[in-house]
């Protein structure tokens, strides 16, 4: 097996890890704990869930996008102009977690069966110039990252840290 393709497997497994992680800093908080914002001015555990589900949605978009066209255009995510987002967050955190593990689990599916070429089809992004399915996959493993630990800390303040 190449080093690449063990640098693909490794992005595979270390977004499963992840979605495991988010699974267990939303785990034993109920609605109201969840939604409660901890820090002024910044969201909640439950908004951050809902910030990294839309942004799986869009990266599955994107995933779709790459193996399906040649050289796609991707066009860049910005949060703040989501008219989508409002609606999203305001969704139960049950139906949140169960929306991102499902879509998850769609990714993981997509991405354990490609081939190592696949994960080279390249995409024409205006801020990567070397965007492709690899890029893709680990910019959204590093955003996510951020983000649990964002979760992290806001758990810390709502109840004792999940086990």
């Known amino acids: 097996m190449s080093d690449k393709h063990q640098a693909h497997l490794r992005i595979v497994d270390r977004l499963k890890g992840q979605a495991g992680e988010v699974r267990r800093l939303c785990a034993d908080l109920d609605e109201v704990t969840i939604s409660r914002r901890t820090i002024p001015e910044k969201w909640s555990v439950k908004e951050v869930l809902a910030h990294i589900g839309r942004v799986q949605q869009v990266f599955e978009g994107r995933l779709d996008a790459l193996l399906t066209t040649e050289n796609p255009p991707i066009v860049s995510y910005a949060p703040e102009g989501d008219p989508d987002f409002d609606a999203i967050s305001k969704r139960p955190a049950s139906e949140l977690l169960q929306w991102f593990e499902e879509t998850r689990g769609r990714m993981l599916g997509r991405l ?5 070429a696949d994960w080279h089809r390249p995409g024409r992004h205006p801020d990567y110039p070397n965007y492709d399915v690899h890029f893709c996959m680990e910019y959204m493993a590093h955003h996510e990252a951020h983000h649990m630990y ?5 758990r810390a303040h709502l109840a004792k840290a999940p086990h």
């Open 150 to 154: 964002q979760m992290f800390e806001r």
């Open 112 to 116: 354990g069966g490609l081939l190592p």
